[in-house]
């Protein structure tokens, strides 16, 4: 949370978003992470008034540019005012509630203001600067790939060293310490190919490389891209659309990315993530047959290469 900002004391983190005495109509949440949007969902859900405000061109930084676009449209159509390219100069507070200021001219009142722009890894006061070990600017501790810090005796896991800051991530990490130094098995954890989810509405999963640090790496890659209507939401007449994206690199053949907007994506990434992590190839998936009816049967049915508007062929 900014300290500097005027009006900050009035704002909440989602610490305290747990823990309010009752439910605002209005709320703004400043971020555009998984934690903005995720809260951003679970009270345009209860029925609140709800606006994200996000400084950056479009949500969900170092996401795949087309999830980020989709994930936007989606949470507007449930009603979710989305604010991008301005942040808060100011919070005031009023009779009825607060007045959030932006950076853009413009203002939205609100019975609450949430911040949600990320967290530091918090090493303050541990005297780790007493024991020598390194840290790297924003705090975090620096580690080798055995999590071990410059320090002999001193190692660190977890969100606290700003590698992969998940739940999961920061489990298998501890695994890897433990097997490497009370078990006598020398082991690393390896962060690629490392699946994710976004709980918002639609949820998110993804894993591997967007199409554009798929391009930085490898240059040519095929990309196979569709949008559609779940067939779930056919009968009810909902326009909530959802997202299936797969980068394949034109080398090798291979999956290396793989991202999934919609009903149960999250449950779909876990096993993509299995397949991606042996090296599967576009071939194996286009040899897998199909679950009907089911979203994530469109993960092995795509078979046309998208073409993004300027290149005028897959590049």
């Given at each position: ?11 909440i983190t989602s ?237 090798t053949d291979r ?61």
């Open positions: 949370m900014p300290k500097d900002l005027p009006g900050v004391e009035h704002a610490n305290e978003a747990f823990h309010l005495k009752k439910l605002p109509k209005r709320i703004v949440v400043a971020g555009g992470g998984y934690i903005a949007i995720e809260f951003a969902g679970i009270f345009n859900g209860l029925g609140v008034e709800t606006t994200i405000v996000h400084r950056g061109p479009n949500l969900l930084r170092g996401f795949d540019d087309d999830v980020r676009a989709h994930i936007a449209e989606e949470l507007e159509k449930r009603g979710i005012k989305v604010i991008l390219g301005a942040q808060h100069k100011s919070i005031e507070k009023t009779g009825s509630g607060y007045v959030s200021h932006f950076t853009n001219g413009h203002h939205c009142e609100s019975d609450e203001v949430l911040f949600a722009l990320g967290r530091e890894p918090y090493t303050e006061g541990l005297g780790l600067e007493n024991a020598g070990v390194k840290l790297a600017e924003n705090g975090a501790v620096i580690v080798d790939e055995y999590s071990k810090t410059n320090v002999d005796s001193i190692w660190a896991v977890g969100d606290v060293t700003d590698r992969i800051n998940l739940t999961p991530v920061a489990i298998r990490e501890g695994h890897a310490f433990a097997d490497t130094e009370f078990y006598g098995r020398p082991t690393k954890f390896d962060h690629e190919m490392v699946a994710s989810a976004v709980f918002s509405q639609p949820p998110i999963g993804s894993v591997g490389l967007s199409e554009a640090d798929a391009r930085h790496t490898y240059g040519k890659v095929d990309i196979y891209l569709a949008r559609l209507r779940p067939m779930k939401y056919a009968f009810t007449g909902a326009d909530e659309r959802s997202l299936l994206k797969l980068v394949v690199d034109q080398a999956v290396v990315g793989c991202h999934v907007v919609g009903p149960d994506a999250p449950e779909m990434i876990q096993m993509a993530a299995i397949a991606m992590k042996m090296g599967s190839t576009k071939a194996q998936w286009d040899q897998t047959c199909a679950v009907h009816p089911t979203l994530a049967e469109e993960l092995v049915t795509l078979r046309e290469k998208y073409m993004p508007p300027g290149l005028g062929q897959a590049a």
